[in-house]
């Protein structure tokens, strides 16, 4: 069943984001991250500065929209396993749940707003750590599940390495995406796709 289209408001409000995260890392690109205030992003934006912290705490915010949903899309997931679901067949569901849950939003991995913002995010030092941080907070939320739904074959260890091998993968293959001037959404499935399948065949060997 099709979810109901939003209503007037919400649109706005989804318009008013979208314009401050499209200003935004248009005056990144231009002025650089450092130089341009939040001021700066709700004059060009036309928009008042309260409007601006209506919409994100902080400029550094505008880079990293939407996270907690992402991570969401991904515990859903393993949270609804079924009894017979294999781990890694699980692992990587919910992985490509988070991938999908971006798909009509700022951070589609195949659009060029999301280009720019991993382009702008690893051209900053301090950008680069803070995306470190939400990568590793989320890391840590899905071995967490994944060893709630899996206590008697992941220790936390264990699990913490799987989900790490498929995030690593993931970022490592992004980068080199974005450093080629190409959008991270193929490559970024291809390596998460790659990485499962070498677990799979670890967990055989092993069995």
């Known amino acids: 069943m099709a979810e109901p ?19 935004a890392y248009r005056l990144f690109e231009r002025d650089g991250y450092d130089q341009t205030t939040v001021a700066r992003i709700a004059e060009t934006a036309e928009v008042s500065i309260a409007t601006f912290f209506n919409y994100f705490p902080s400029k550094e915010d505008l880079l990293f929209p939407d996270g907690a949903d992402t991570l969401d899309a991904g515990l859903e997931v393993i949270a609804g396993r079924s009894p017979e679901d294999d781990p890694v067949d699980l692992l990587t569901r919910a ?30 030092p301090t950008l680069r750590a803070t995306m470190l ?6 890391l840590q939320a899905l071995a967490g599940a994944l060893h709630t739904a899996y206590p008697e074959e992941f220790d ?6 799987m989900v790490g ?6 970022l490592a293959a ?22 499962t399948q070498a677990l799979r065949a670890l967990r055989r060997s092993s069995a």
């Open 156 to 161: 936390e260890v264990d699990a913490n390495a």
């Open 174 to 195: 992004a980068s080199v995406s974005i450093q080629q001037g190409r959008p991270s959404d193929s490559a970024l499935t291809r390596s998460i796709d790659l990485i």
């Open 5 to 23: 289209r939003p209503g007037l408001r919400e649109r706005k409000k989804q318009r008013t984001r979208r314009v401050l995260i499209e200003t």
């Open 133 to 138: 941080q939400h990568a590793f907070a989320a």
């Open 95 to 124: 992985v490509h749940a988070m991938i999908s849950s971006t798909r009509s939003g700022t951070r589609d991995p195949a659009s060029e707003l999301e280009t720019r913002r991993l382009r702008l995010v690893m051209s900053v």
């Open 165 to 170: 091998a498929v995030f690593g993968a993931g």
